[in-house]
């Protein structure tokens, strides 16, 4: 009876002390963490080898027909039927990219060391072999061997990958990642580089940051330290907490009638009055984007600085102004260093939100393609009335409305990767930050 009693016992203590929720969260969060990493890994897994250099295959069908290109991947179909994807290329010639061949049709497969692969400005690869150079002309054959002639000035780049050992294709995937960061987009921004897109998204989350970080900043200490509890402080808390689960599309309507038809045409009608019916600030930019995503993060900024002064105890005020200090040197030299890891967390969550978001920035900035940039060598050197590029649009862009998802598929993941090592540099930083401040305002030191 005594073993019963103990084990009912120690079973309401297990319940009491809440253990079931505890093995719930911690469930919950290894489950979380394995999802994150299985996103990771997906991303990496097709994002780095897009541009390392395959080997050309050449297969020979029982028709008597060649296929020459890249094997990118074998399935076996719903028929039990096993298939191999070529990226054949050559889309002047075929039309299309890849090509499915079931197994059964294939004789064989070999590498031919002629074969040569050109980066052309337009439709992309071309696969084939070397005829003559004539002048400022090349011409090739295809594995069907129909002649074409690719003009030189049109190949950025030729190589044969069968001849290629190792070091020598550890240097092409070097400089075609170097390209990849410095180059600026070619053939409907599926191949060539980032440059453009890397550097607006930089800028257009170093400009909201501006924006944002010290109204809401302000805001959270007025709330906080200043503004007397009343109805008038309860609903714009309500308000606050309100806009923080507003759709993001939302903001970017609101940021296209206020910022773009409002402010933007009276300072067109104001200071660029020659320029009208064109507009100049009247239209998307840089700088109306990055107010837009400022309004849209600044409820996160308000409510962790709110919460990261009211953590600190109440004795904490009152002693220092016991000790003669004013409130507003209470607040400069006391709370808000004390304060800061919790305002940099609101902040951290703001910028990583800010840096995905895509819908408001369709409506206030955004373009595929920008043939300027908003800093440049021309005076005045900032221009914020310029449209951008954006990673998160570019991934939209040729992910969902290419009309070759295939031939653009590689160019997503590496797109997504790079906006995920932007994202995580920008927010280790203020990490790093967080922490330091942490450890140097702690509140055992005080």
């Known amino acids: 009876m005594n073993s019963i009693s103990q084990t009912k016992q120690s079973k309401n203590n297990f319940l009491h002390r809440g253990e079931p929720w505890v093995w719930a969260s911690g469930a919950a969060l290894a489950f979380i963490l394995v999802m994150i990493v299985l996103l990771l890994g997906v991303v990496v897994a097709n994002g780095l080898p897009a541009f390392w250099p395959k080997d050309l295959i050449e297969a020979r069908l029982k028709d008597g027909s060649r296929v020459l290109g890249e094997i990118h991947r074998r399935e076996i179909n719903g028929d039990g039927v096993a298939t191999v994807q070529f990226k054949v290329g050559n889309r002047d010639l075929l039309g299309l990219d890849f090509k499915w061949l079931s197994q059964p049709e294939i004789i064989s497969e070999s590498r031919p060391v002629d074969a040569v692969v050109l980066e052309r400005r337009e439709y992309g690869n071309f696969f084939g072999y070397l005829q003559k150079t004539d002048g400022a002309k090349a011409v090739f054959t295809d594995a069907a061997g129909r002649i074409k002639e690719i003009a030189l ?33 070619r053939e409907s921004n599926t191949e060539g580089g980032l440059f453009p897109a890397i550097f607006g998204t930089v800028l257009m989350i170093f400009l909201m940051s501006i924006l944002s970080f010290p109204l809401g900043v302000i805001a959270g200490i007025y709330l906080r330290e200043y503004a007397k509890p009343g109805i008038l402080v309860t609903m714009v808390r309500i308000a606050v907490n309100n806009l923080a ?41 840089i700088l109306w984007a990055s107010l837009t995503l400022g309004l849209l993060t600044v409820p996160v900024v308000i409510v962790s600085t709110e919460e990261a002064l009211g953590a600190i105890p109440k004795g904490i005020r009152e002693a220092s102004l016991a000790c003669g200090a004013t409130r507003y040197q209470t607040l400069t030299r006391l709370l808000l260093p004390m304060a800061s890891p919790g305002i940099l967390t609101g902040f951290i969550l703001a910028m990583a939100r800010a840096a995905g978001e895509v819908a408001p920035l369709m409506i206030t900035g955004v373009v595929k393609l920008a043939p300027t940039m908003p800093i440049d060598t021309s005076f005045p050197f900032f221009h ?62 005080v």
């Not at 296209?256 to 045409?265: E, H, S």
């Open 245 to 285: 689960g507003i759709p993001s599309i939302v903001y970017g309507i609101f940021g296209l009638g206020f910022f773009i038809y409002g402010m933007g045409g009276a300072i067109d009608q104001l200071f660029f009055p020659q320029n009208l019916p064109t507009p100049t600030f009247g239209t998307g930019g």
């Open 153 to 185: 000035i049109d190949i950025i780049r030729s190589y044969r990958p069968n001849r290629m050992n190792l070091l020598d294709k550890t240097g092409l995937y070097a400089t075609r990642l170097v390209e990849l960061l410095w180059d600026e987009p």
């Open 384 to 445: 914020l009335d310029r449209k951008f590029m954006h990673l998160g649009f570019h991934i939209y862009d040729i992910g969902f409305q290419s009309p070759n998802v295939e031939a653009t598929k590689p160019m997503v993941y590496v797109t997504t990767l790079l906006l995920l090592l932007i994202v995580v540099l920008m927010t280790g930083t203020a990490i790093h930050l967080r922490n330091t401040m942490k450890k140097r305002y702690t509140l055992t030191d």
